[in-house]
């Protein structure tokens, strides 16, 4: 049962929202890969274009005296050449023989395509830092059978910074986006889930008596068939109930028959018999058939105050009246242990809406429960109190209930553990179905007296007192 109690860990809308929003944050992962190698791509051609375009303005400075070929490149000319405030920027002239003819002896030597006419492009290391070079092959003027190599080279910094730009260009609207989208899907799921949540409200408000079908009419198609399985549930456990019910009611009626028979013969054996061994082996017969007699009323007083079982005599009632036939009734029973038995009714009439037979069960089981606890010379007291609701309350001077057990007295067949009186264990349990089915509420505390119990059943009072008696 404790397993059933537990509240579920699983929730749809989780789910919903992870099998939505994970493969969304997949494909923005996926995107964003894509995204950064096409923005490495495209910082690398710009960047290689800015190199070829430097290269091709060392070129322009070249010189041939008929000898040897030199470079123009003043000072202030190299200084603006190597001007960048992000990347170092190197620069070389090499005889196609590897001969430096100008520039930075730091960079690498030509080492593969040496007869390509279009700029070659690599990757090497300088000093721990790695760094992208361009190489064209050109003809210095008027020098046309002497072809040299221009190398020009740079950092990587510049390129890293475009390429971070471009990839925050485009995924952090793709992070806002997925945020947004996470939010509207979020709000989207949870319209989505409204009849699961109705449906949950209108199965949760309902009391144990309301065993009617869920109306589907206004679900979801999606949902129709959970409440086709709550309402066949619902019909086998109403035909499972009302089985249950018609098994007690019939098994008590089969019985009472007997019962009386055997009560009948042993009455009349006690009568007839001479030996004195014999009375008082009848009398505990006697006293057996007198407790399986009064099983049987408890069984068939259950069965009719059972949930399912609506109420067929409904009518407005004055309870101090019929509260007062009930224990003028069980005076004797009263007076035969000791015990005063008391009724105090209301100033006015006390006027319900009820069964007059579930009051009038409900209320003998209160006093003869009241009556079967209290010690001989007790006493046991019987009121009508009304203010905005109609009050029944039995008190007696009894041992009493301990605290720790109130809770569990209304359960069907329960007995207080030590107690040696004997019972049923159902009275408690049919007031308790009595009182459910008029809507009032059952309060159990100690007496007001020394010791002792005090048992309140708090009625809703009826609408129009000129109804009494009326149906």
């Avoid at 910074?161 to 949870?190: D, F, K, M, Y």
């Avoid at 009930?326 to 008391?342: G, H, M, N, R, Y």
Wanted: charged content about 25%.
């Amino acid at each position: 049962m404790d397993t059933y109690l537990k509240r579920s860990t699983s929730s749809i809308r989780r789910q919903l929202l992870a099998w939505l929003l994970i493969p969304l944050c997949g494909l923005c992962l996926c995107a964003s890969a894509v995204a950064y190698q096409m923005a490495a791509a495209f910082a690398s051609d710009a960047y290689d274009g800015q190199l070829v375009n430097s290269a091709a303005a060392v070129a322009a400075r070249l010189r041939f005296d008929g000898v040897q070929v030199s470079v123009d490149l003043p000072p202030a000319a190299q200084a603006i050449l190597r001007h960048n405030s992000n990347d170092k920027l190197y620069y070389q002239v090499l005889e196609l023989d590897g001969t430096r003819i100008s520039g930075d002896a730091v960079l690498p030597k030509p080492q593969s395509n040496l007869e390509s006419d279009k700029p070659v492009f690599r990757y090497s290391d300088l000093d721990g830092e790695q760094i992208r070079i361009a190489r064209i092959r050109v003809i210095p003027p008027h020098a046309y059978d002497r072809p040299v190599f221009v190398q020009v080279a740079e950092t990587l910094n510049g390129r890293k910074n475009l390429t971070h730009r471009i990839l925050s260009a485009i995924v952090i609207p793709q992070v806002i986006l997925i945020v947004l989208g996470a939010a509207a899907v979020s709000v989207g799921v949870t319209k989505g889930l409204t009849p699961l949540k109705k449906l949950e409200r209108a199965i949760s408000r309902r009391s144990k008596l309301d065993l009617t079908p869920v109306e589907p009419s206004q679900a979801p198609s999606e949902v129709y068939p959970l409440i086709l399985a709550i309402n066949d549930l619902i019909e086998r456990l109403k035909h499972d109930i009302e089985s249950q019910e018609r098994f007690v009611a019939n098994a008590a009626h089969q019985f009472r028959t007997p019962i009386a028979g055997l009560k009948t013969y042993v009455g009349l054996a006690q009568r007839v018999a001479k030996e004195d061994k014999l009375q008082p082996i009848l009398a505990q017969l006697n006293s057996g058939c007198d407790r399986l007699t009064n099983l049987v009323n408890k069984l068939l007083s259950m069965a009719r105050a059972e949930p399912s079982n609506k109420l067929p005599d409904r009518s407005t009632l004055d309870l101090n009246i019929l509260v007062s036939e009930v224990t003028s009734d069980l005076i004797t029973e009263a007076l035969d242990k000791d015990i005063d038995l008391q009724f105090l009714p209301s100033a006015g009439p006390a006027l319900m809406v009820g069964s007059k037979g579930g009051i009038t069960d409900l209320t003998v089981n209160l006093v003869e429960n009241a009556l079967r606890y209290t010690q001989a010379g007790g006493t046991v007291e019987v009121r009508i109190e009304q203010d905005e609701n109609l009050t029944l309350t039995v008190e007696d001077n009894g041992p009493g209930i301990p605290e720790e057990e109130r809770d569990k007295v209304f359960e069907r067949f329960y007995r207080i553990l030590g107690s040696d009186v004997q019972g049923s264990g159902l009275g408690l349990a049919i007031v308790k179905e009595i009182a459910a089915a008029h809507q009032a509420q059952i309060l159990l505390s100690d007496s007001s007296k020394e010791s002792g119990t005090c048992v309140k059943i708090v009625f809703p009072k009826a609408e129009t007192p000129s109804m009494v008696g009326s149906h």
